[in-house]
């Protein structure tokens, strides 16, 4: 098994320092760092500890090491929908459950109903389920490597037409595209 701790940390924005002061009893981040990269072994104990002090599920610190993670495919900036240079664990909110891939969009720049910090979870919809997705707020694959994500305002065999969020927006049509994610849960910080 391979420990999430440092990905989870990182998500939270946290330092090791930080992390260590919120264990109970606290410790050093030289500590949370050894347990991180493995140099010090994570018994039961530990990842009670750790989990309590990130706020998370313990279970949510332990991946195997053939399971399909989701990821961070994509994020919005002033300029749309953008591929992230590579895509990163996204750390799943312990209420989503359910069937199919699942993957996040990380918001960067307030639009729309969107605000900045905001990350918006997906689920992945095969091509029958399609037609229900009209007025979801939908991610959609483009050539290039690219992304649109805004709310799917029509839809035929072979096309899909997303309406981009925020003022003056135009719509954007997607020939074929490979797969579509509709927004299932939208994680705000407080």
């Not at 993957?103 to 992945?124: F, K």
């Not at 579509?180 to 407080?190: D, S």
Request: with cysteine.
């Amino acid at each position: 098994m391979i420990n999430r701790i440092r990905d989870v940390r990182r998500e939270k924005g946290l330092t090791l320092a930080e992390v260590g002061k919120r264990c109970d009893p606290p410790t050093t981040a030289q500590t949370i760092g050894r347990l991180e990269t493995g140099m010090r072994n994570l018994s039961l104990d530990w990842m009670n500890r750790i989990a309590a002090a990130l706020e998370v599920e313990p279970q949510l610190l332990l991946k195997g090491e053939q399971t399909d993670e989701p990821k961070v495919v994509a994020r919005i900036t002033e300029n749309g929908a953008e591929p992230l240079a590579s895509p990163r664990d996204a750390v799943l909110p312990t209420a989503l459950v359910g069937s199919g891939t699942l993957t996040a969009l990380a918001i960067e720049a307030s639009v729309g109903e969107y605000r900045m910090g905001d990350q918006v979870w997906l689920r992945e919809v095969p091509d029958e389920g399609h037609a229900r997705l009209i007025n979801r707020d939908v991610l959609a694959p483009r050539p290039g490597g690219r992304f649109a994500f805004g709310r799917m305002i029509d839809r035929d065999e072979t096309r899909v037409a997303l309406l981009p969020h925020g003022i003056g927006q135009r719509q954007v049509v997607i020939e074929h595209p490979a797969w579509l994610a509709v927004a299932e849960m939208l994680v705000r910080k407080l």
